[in-house]
T-cell receptor
Framework: EDQVTQSPEALRLQEGESSSLNCSYT??????LFWYRQDPGKGPEFLFT???AGEEKEKERLKATLTKKESFLHITAPKPEDSATYLC????????????FGPGTRLSVLP | KAGVTQTPRYLIKTRGQQVTLSCSPI?????VSWYQQTPGQGLQFLFE???????NKGNFPGRFSGRQFSNSRSEMNVSTLELGDSALYLC???????????????FGPGTRLTVL
């Protein structure tokens, strides 16, 4: 069964304190790994897609990386507006339509 | 370009009633997926529609159903509501041209359903 786990469950950082969020997955035939940001009461906002081990994507203070078993979302010098829940999802399997989401990491950045 | 829209944004129903939620995808997107999000279970896949056909289904009871129209708009129906159906229901769309599947999903704001 395809599974996605994320750690830590919650993370509190001071403004400017860099850190990383982890997404570990067990899937048969990875077709893509996705990162989303979700603010309270809103739908997830698409951030990145990664397709193969070694791939990296960057956007402002965020950088996503992918290995064969996990992905990291690195946050450099975070600001309070980066506070949100970060979700990881994988698309896997022969049909490729099914997306499995992790439970998310709730990030709080304090000024 | 307008994003994914969902209506209504909030709903309050009582046990045993049924409810219909609506989703309009991003223009040009032909695939629509539905998800249920709860604090305890996170985001769970309900089903995906493409060209008016259900292409994939998650592990939910038959009370949950959906359909897609020729303009790619989709509706989701839940019959005989239970207290545990209270959740944020999210719709996501992605482009799916002939022979090519673009994987990035874009989500709507969700419909918050409360069952009393």
């Amino acid at each position: 069964e395809d599974q996605v786990t994320q750690s830590p469950e919650a993370l509190r950082l001071q403004e400017g304190e860099s850190s990383s969020l982890n997404c570990s997955y067990t899937v048969s035939g990875l077709r893509g790994l996705f990162w989303y940001r979700q603010d309270p009461g809103k739908g997830p906002e698409f951030l990145f897609t990664l397709y193969s081990a070694g791939e990296e994507k960057e956007k402002e203070r965020l950088k996503a990386t992918l290995t064969k078993k996990e992905s990291f979302l690195h946050i450099t010098a975070p600001k309070p507006e980066d506070s949100a829940t970060y979700l990881c999802a994988v698309q896997a399997g022969n049909y490729g339509q099914n997306f499995v989401f992790g439970p998310g990491t709730r990030l709080s950045v304090l000024p | 370009k307008a994003g994914v829209t969902q209506t209504p944004r909030y709903l309050i129903k009582t046990r045993g009633q049924q409810v219909t939620l609506s989703c309009s995808p991003i223009s040009g997107h032909r695939s629509v997926s539905w998800y249920q999000q709860t604090p305890g279970q996170g985001l769970q896949f309900l089903f995906e529609y493409f060209s008016e056909t259900q292409r994939n289904k998650g592990n939910f009871p038959g009370r949950f159903s959906g359909r897609q129209f020729s303009n790619s708009r989709s509706e989701m129906n839940v019959s005989t509501l239970e207290l545990g159906d209270s959740a944020l229901y999210l719709c996501a769309s992605r482009m799916n041209a002939a022979g090519v599947s673009y994987n990035e999903q874009f989500f709507g704001p969700g419909t918050r359903l409360t069952v009393l």
